[in-house]
């Protein structure tokens, strides 16, 4: 699965920030980690891990690592429980080795869909407001099948790219499909969106702000949203910031039930997905 990055300039967890800037002025460091492997994508040399707490480096998050030894690459399933070493250098992060030590259990609420692993987790909450400075939180759209997606309007290409494609996936659904389903884009960028601007762009792409909510609030709000979605974000170049693009599939009952990376996900599968979701068959 392809991933998509882009820049933005707004803030990331302080722990993280000086875990960076520590590596930009060291050696190599090495910390070891334990997760679970989502998705592993041989052409990108990448695999997206739900790990541990890293002490001194970063929370327990998901989040997509470079993974370049292939033979590693190809040992590893969606599915594994893993043992892993991250060695980090000068701003940069890598998997430089996994060992599996379990394979995650049905009974613990995961399948696998497609190529990647799914747990059906609660989602995290969240209370933001949209551009018309309403509140819209996870508790008010209990009873909604939702796509969550976090973008920016600065964004240089990929965030537009993603919404314009939800767009085809809204115009897709039927009349009594819509009234089930809500979308949601938040901003990772909330000190410069303001609520003009996220209409701006909205409107711009052909958004239909009628069942689609675009979130902002104060920063330090945002951030926890989107550390509690593991919406990872890094250094770019000039202090800009790179993130992974990913979307969340909810179920009316607040659960996860399938994440998708970077623009891979063609508007049919995300409409076919949302049906499924929506209106389940007996």
């Not at 994508?41 to 470079?66: C, R, W, Y």
């Not at 796509?147 to 919404?163: A, E, K, N, Q, W």
Request: proline share 7%.
């Amino acid at each position: 699965m392809g991933v998509l990055r882009s820049r933005s300039a707004c803030g990331i967890p302080a722990a993280i920030v000086a875990a960076l800037l520590a590596f930009a002025c060291s050696d190599q460091q090495v910390h070891p980690g334990h997760g679970v492997i989502h998705e592993v994508s041989a052409e990108d040399k990448q695999v997206l891990i739900a790990h541990e707490a890293m002490p001194g480096l970063m929370p327990a998050m998901t989040m997509n690592f470079a993974l370049y030894d292939p033979t590693l690459l190809e040992s590893l399933r969606p599915g594994d429980v893993v043992d892993f070493e991250l060695t980090a250098e000068r701003g940069s992060f890598w998997i430089s080795s996994a060992t599996v030590v379990g394979r995650v259990s049905p009974e613990d609420g995961w399948s696998l869909m497609g190529d990647g692993l799914v747990k059906s987790d609660p989602a995290p909450a969240f209370s933001l407001v949209d551009v018309d400075g309403d509140t819209v939180s996870l508790a008010g759209l209990a009873d909604k099948t939702l796509l969550v997606d976090f973008i920016f309007t600065r964004c240089p290409g990929p965030c537009p790219s993603l919404t314009s494609s939800h767009v085809s996936v809204q115009r897709a659904l039927s009349p009594a499909l819509r009234e089930k389903i809500r979308f949601v884009s938040i901003t990772i960028d909330p000190e410069r969106d303001t609520p003009e601007d996220l209409r701006a762009y909205a409107l711009a792409r052909g958004a239909d702000l009628t069942d689609w909510a675009f979130l902002s609030g104060p920063p330090d709000e945002v951030l926890a949203v989107m550390r509690a979605y593991g919406v990872g974000t890094k250094p770019g170049a000039e202090g800009d910031i790179e993130h992974v693009l990913a979307t969340f599939l909810i179920d009316p009952r607040g659960q996860v039930v399938k994440r998708y990376l970077g623009l891979d996900h063609a508007p049919e599968t995300l409409a076919a997905d949302l049906e499924a979701v929506a209106s389940p068959r007996s």
